[in-house]
Every structure is written in C-alpha cells, then in structure tokens.
C-alpha cells in the first residue's frame, strides 16, 4: 500500500511521500479518537441546548474543530518521525522500527509515561468530560475552538505514548491499529481504566527491557 503511495523504502521521500503520509496518520489519529470523543461532544451539545444558546450545530463543530487540530499537530511530528525512520534505514517493510533497541526504548518511555501523574491527570479529564465542561466552559463559537483544542490536549496527554507504539508493531498494522483504539476507549470510559492504564504501563516497560536484553 505504502509503495503504491510512492513511499519506496529504498529511496529518499520526496515532499509528496511526506505529505501522504502525513494525512495518512491524521486521518488515522482522527478515526482512532471520534470514539473516544464523542462523549464529551454529546455532553456539550447538551450542555449548550440547555442553556438555550443559539448556533448549537457550529458551536458543537468548533469544539470538534479545537479537538480535531491537536491530532492534526500530533500527525504532522509523527510523519515527520516516520520520515526521518525511514532516512536512516530503520523501518520495515509493515513500517515498524527495524532496530529492536529502538523499539524497546520506544515501549519504555510510554510504558513509563503511563505511570506517570501526567497521565493520571489528563485521564482524569478524559475519563470526567462532565468535570472539564464545567471547570473550562467559554461562550461563543471561540470558546467552543478553545474548549475543543484545551480538550484535545488533555486527550494527546493520555494518548500520545500509545500512539507511539504503532512504530513498534507497525503503523500499518491494522489489527494494532484496532486493539490501540479499543484499549484507548476502555482506558477511558472503562470502570477500571486508570488500573489498567497502569497495568498496561507496567507490561510495555518489562517488554521493552525483554526486547533489548534479548540483543545485548
């Protein structure tokens, strides 16, 4: 599929391997989090017919307009990583890192990240879109844009190292891709999400250890 695209891996990318691949991984980012999302858009769909505001349809697309953008900013570093992987060799043929230290430190740094209160934090606006509508409510379509970008941050701050691990099993791996997005969804509307957010954590970090121990 990628070669169709015209990202040989034997050869530099040009500025329009970049660019597909770019919208490969935003349009990805976005199918993977509606999901998780779409809560919170309920929510504040909700919220804004109660309150009997005008322009409910647009302010509901802005918010999703702010959310949308984070993942379009992520897409864009994470295309960029993949270039890069690709210019010195290191991506296979399903377009996962070739290097098993690569890898393994990959695994560790999101597994750790799991553990992190960072992530505890940003879970806990994504596990509460409730909370964050009532402690970051902005009026008008602006506030709609800001709400939606400030939710889509928290949302990136839960996810990002999970995102990461497509370059371990291969960002073209679609049976990845599908088991990311369901442990992303339970993470967070899951009743014991944090728990095995943590768990989940603490299995990357070991295996990413495994995967480098089993090289040296």
Not at 26 to 54: C, H, K, N
Not at 107 to 114: D, E, N, S
Not at 146 to 165: D, P
């Amino acid at each position: 599929m990628m070669a169709q695209m015209g990202m040989t891996r034997d050869m530099s990318w040009t500025a329009a391997d970049v660019f597909f691949t770019f919208a490969m991984w935003a349009v990805m980012m976005v199918g993977m989090m509606t999901g998780t999302a779409a809560p919170v858009l309920l929510l504040f769909a909700a919220a804004r017919a109660g309150r009997g505001d005008r322009g409910v349809r647009m302010a509901v697309v802005m918010f999703g307009l702010g959310y949308v953008t984070v993942w379009v900013g992520f897409s864009a570093c994470a295309a960029l990583a993949q270039w890069a992987l690709h210019e010195t060799a290191m991506l296979s043929p399903v377009m996962a890192t070739s290097s098993p230290y690569l890898a393994g430190a990959i695994l560790i740094v999101a597994g750790a990240y799991q553990l992190t209160p960072w992530k505890g934090a940003c879970l806990t606006h994504c596990r509460s879109p409730l909370g964050f509508l009532m402690t970051n409510w902005h009026d008008g379509r602006l506030g709609a844009l800001q709400m939606g970008a400030r939710h889509g941050a928290y949302c990136l701050g839960c996810c990002w190292g999970l995102m990461c691990v497509l370059f371990v099993v291969g960002v073209m791996n679609l049976v990845w891709v599908a088991a990311l997005t369901g442990f992303v969804l339970f993470e967070k509307i899951g009743p014991a999400g944090t728990v095995v957010a943590r768990v989940a954590g603490a299995v990357m970090v070991l295996v990413g250890i495994l995967l480098i121990a089993a090289k040296v």
